[in-house]
């Protein structure tokens, strides 16, 4: 784990110290709600990514909304955070850590996608 963060903050920093000011805004936010129509879970997501020449960085969270077991609206289920890589127009490397609503990795997803 801290090889990977230590890696993830090198390459952030050499990637932040040879932007420009306006390149650091316009991070795309989203928000998406969810609900099983079988089991009647909803969920919702949180997150946001921001592009920065061929890196994307993102990070997003899950809440359980108005769950039965839960006291309140919201409950925090899990988070994930990671980057990819746009290797050419048709070739993307990614990798993505899940974290526990505890903040401890539960795990690390690395793939490539292909696109057409």
């Known amino acids: 784990m801290t090889k990977i963060l230590t890696v993830i903050t ?14 650091l805004t316009g991070i795309n ?8 129509k079988r ?3 909803k969920y919702g997501y949180i997150g946001g990514s921001k592009q920065l020449g061929k890196w994307n960085l993102n990070g997003s969270s899950t809440w359980n909304v108005d769950s039965a ?4 609206l919201f409950h925090l289920s899990s988070m994930n955070y990671g980057f990819s890589y ?26 490539i996608t292909f696109t057409w």
């Open 69 to 72: 077991d839960e006291r309140t």
């Open 39 to 41: 089991s009647d879970l």
């Open 10 to 23: 090198v390459l952030l920093l050499t990637t932040f110290n040879s932007l420009k000011a306006d390149e």
């Open 86 to 111: 746009q290797i050419n127009d048709h070739v993307s490397f990614y990798t993505n850590m899940d974290v526990n609503p505890h903040f401890i990795k539960t795990e690390t997803w690395s793939g």
């Open 29 to 36: 936010w989203y928000l998406t709600l969810e609900e099983g």
